[in-house]
């Protein structure tokens, strides 16, 4: 069974950088496409960037292109998003999922491991 644990949260000033992580136990992250998504209370969680499994396709959310680079690590079976020019607006709790390969990247309902969260604050 896959395990998925975030870490790599926490309070930044705005324009500041995070490098979020996702580790795997159970199973080899290479073997799932990987996302990393973000959810505010009340709201639906939603996609912000996600990698194939092969690592040679990524998609991001028009808010995080140019800003957030996601990739993989697999000597350390970990995937990284990595954040920069944080805003306000970019605070929510971030999630690491993970799906089979051959299912759409960054799609909500075709994951099906889930992290715990880690919390991410953009505040001055």
């Known amino acids: 069974q896959l395990q998925l644990v975030e870490s790599g949260g926490g309070l930044v000033h705005p324009g500041g950088s995070l490098r979020l992580s996702c580790a795997a136990s159970?199973?080899?992250?290479?073997?799932?496409?990987i996302g990393w998504f973000r959810q505010a209370p009340g709201k639906e969680r939603e996609g912000v960037s996600c990698?194939?499994?092969?690592?040679?396709?990524?998609t991001y959310a028009d808010s995080a292109k140019g800003r957030f680079t996601i990739s993989r690590d697999n000597a350390k079976n970990t995937v990284v998003l990595q954040m920069h020019s944080l805003k306000p607006e970019d605070t929510d709790v971030y999630y690491c999922?993970?799906?089979?390969?051959?299912?759409?990247?960054?799609?909500?309902?075709?994951?099906?491991?889930w992290g715990q969260g880690t919390q991410v604050t953009v505040s001055s």
């Open positions: 990698i194939s499994s092969s690592g040679g396709t990524t």
């Open positions: 159970g199973s080899t992250l290479d073997h799932y496409n």
């Open positions: 999922g993970a799906s089979p390969p051959g299912r759409r990247l960054c799609a909500l309902e075709e994951t099906d491991y």
